[in-house]
């Protein structure tokens, strides 16, 4: 394989690793701690093997008691490699026969392989300059579980699995379901050989052989390279070395398990997640929240505040003079409430509205509820309660909130109408020309009284001009008292729904920032969280 692909293949596998990095961190507290725990091993161990010698390949001998693993490792490596190792303190320990010495302890500390054997160049196989260690591990069924676990550890950082069976034991349900099936993956850097073969008759072997390829299929390793062989007649070892050759001069194999190991970890962190897409936010159940949040904060009870006052203010300000003053009298809506405060500073305004009691808060948890539900709706299941407990986590604040909100809202309390000034102008011309009628006849009645002369007084239509001056302006200033009061209540109105609408605007705001934004921004993550493990997952270009 030349430098360039060998480049643009670390380059590939440096973005899936950050992609699943990535993924992982997205992830956390959404998924079980075990699977992201296990995912992150995968990081680690990656980042372990590519800190090391990229210019050895490992290969690793794994099978069962009996299956003649040892043998065909000494007939492949082309000494009796493993006969020395019988002589060892202990059986239990990994042998390494290495080709290629310079580069290779560093490696083989990290692999915790203590007995190393510095082979012999083989013709036509591996010498100095191929780089190539090969591990005779222990029998993954042994008894002894020291053994077993030094397998499960070797199975997770060797670059090559080599899987010797024999024709006795080789859909042995053990090897299959326990390694071979897990690692379905791996079938770039699976190689399964059929040892002694010699025990079969000739006519079986192909049988047999095939028998093998359709359990691996099913197994998920249909493409995996399977051999047939014999250490002990030599049959198939020469093929079984130039596998072995083919994969270590194309110095491929450790980008290939590494991209095996991140597929490996995507899908079972991807199985985790589970499939689905969640409805997400819709327009009609943010507006849904807002409006039942709304009614939990009073707002309808501070709209009819705003109607109440203003039509009040404007009786003040446009009925009749004479009466108008007892308006004075009745308290004003608003200031009951605590939202008509002059001068006060808005984000330390509390309002004088009712606690929020049971019913109020029952409201408030199932808006919150029918909100996470309806934009969780199809999402996988540990992302569904994570999008519920992002709802769920501002909802104990909302009450204040809301408060603070609608203490914060300009209701434009303290603004005129423009025709209050028209009315209450024109209410005291009638006035006055009502007490200047009054006048007028009083001082005709006095100079009568002093029997002074008496102007004679216009007469207008037959009627004197003070008596209409009095009955004008009287009439004038109900009239207009009653067309106020219609102006007024149109306009009060006019105010509440204004009104209205800039508390639902703060209300929605409250809503967005407390819900949610929460809410959104989890599936922010869940989206994020998607690409990062499909881009972990890829496997081609």
Known sequence: MSRHSTAREASRLERRLEALNDAL???????????????????????????????????????????????????????EIATAAARRPTTSEPLAGIWGADGSEPLLDWLDVRNRHHAAPVAGFADEGTGLILLDLPDFDSTRAANREIVQRMVGLVDVLVWVLDPQKYADAAVHNDFLAPLATHGAVTLVVLNQIDRLPDHEVRPVLESLQGILARDGLGKVQVLGASAVAGTGVDKVRAAIRSVAVQRQALSQRLAADVTRAAARVEEASGAGEPAGIKPASRARLTQELAIAANVPLVVDAVVRSYRQEAARRTGWPVTRWLVRF???PLRRLNLRRDGARPELNRTSLPPAGAPERARTDAAVREFADAAS?????????????????????LPDALDQ??????????????WWTVFNVIQWLALLTALGGFAWLGVLAA?????????????????????????????????LAVAAKFIAGAAARARGAAARRRL??????????????????????????????????????
């Open 504 to 541: 639902k605007t703060a209300v929605e705001s409250v809503a967005d920032r407390l819900i949610v934004d929460p809410v959104e921004a989890e599936l922010g993550r869940l989206r994020s969280f998607r690409r990062a493990l499909t881009e972990a997952g890829r496997q081609g270009n």
């Open 25 to 79: 961190g997205l992830a956390a507290g959404a998924l079980p701690e075990e699977t992201l725990e296990e995912a992150c091993h995968v990081i680690d161990r990656a980042g372990s093997r590519r800190s090391l010698s990229a210019e050895h390949t490992v290969v690793g001998f794994f099978g069962a008691t009996g299956s003649g693993k040892s043998s065909l490792f000494n007939a492949v490596s082309g000494a």
């Open 377 to 397: 709706d199809g999402a996988p299941g540990p992302w569904r309660a994570v999008l519920r407990g992002a709802a769920r986590e501002g909802r104990e604040q």
């Open 405 to 418: 909100a609608i203490a914060s809202t300009d209701l434009k309390a303290g603004r005129k109408s423009w």
């Open 447 to 479: 100079l009568g009284y002093l029997q002074l002369p008496v102007p004679a007084v216009p007469i207008v239509e037959g009627w004197p001009v003070p008596t209409v001056m009095i009955a004008g302006g009287a009439l004038l200033g109900v009239v």
């Open 330 to 332: 009745r308290p004003d």
